[in-house]
């Protein structure tokens, strides 16, 4: 029988990232690495099968209108608290605004829930990712 084990996928997306390596950009933004997908398939271990097939699946959960993704938000541990994972949110959202449409986004860790309902995001549907993969929450913000 199959048993979940959010911390081996997790251990499986953070092995990727850190053979990629990542650039800090002002001291507080990673900007590089998540974007290049051939350099992503190319370090996962089953040539991206996995990867591939998880980001399919999240993307089943998109919302069908035009709406604008925040994708791939995060601070270093020892910068959170300071307003950065904020102003990054509210940078996209202030796109979204601007273009009168909605944004989504979604998260494989429940603490952000909460932080991302503070920026006015909800939970629109949420469900376990499959093959083993963490519980996703998929969110919305409408203007």
Known sequence: MLQRNPQFFGMLLFGVVRRLGCERVEGDVVAEGFGDQPRILAAADDGGRRYEAFWEWVSVHDPLEPSWQLDTIAVAPERQGRGIGRGLVEAGLARARADGTSAFLSTGTRA???????????VY???DAPD????????????
Do not use: L
């Not at 909460?114 to 909800?122: D, L, S, V």
């Open 112 to 122: 952000n829930v909460a932080i991302h309902g503070r920026c006015g995001f909800h």
């Open 132 to 143: 083993g993969g963490p519980r996703i929450w998929f969110m919305r913000w409408d203007p």
């Open 125 to 127: 549907h949420e469900a």
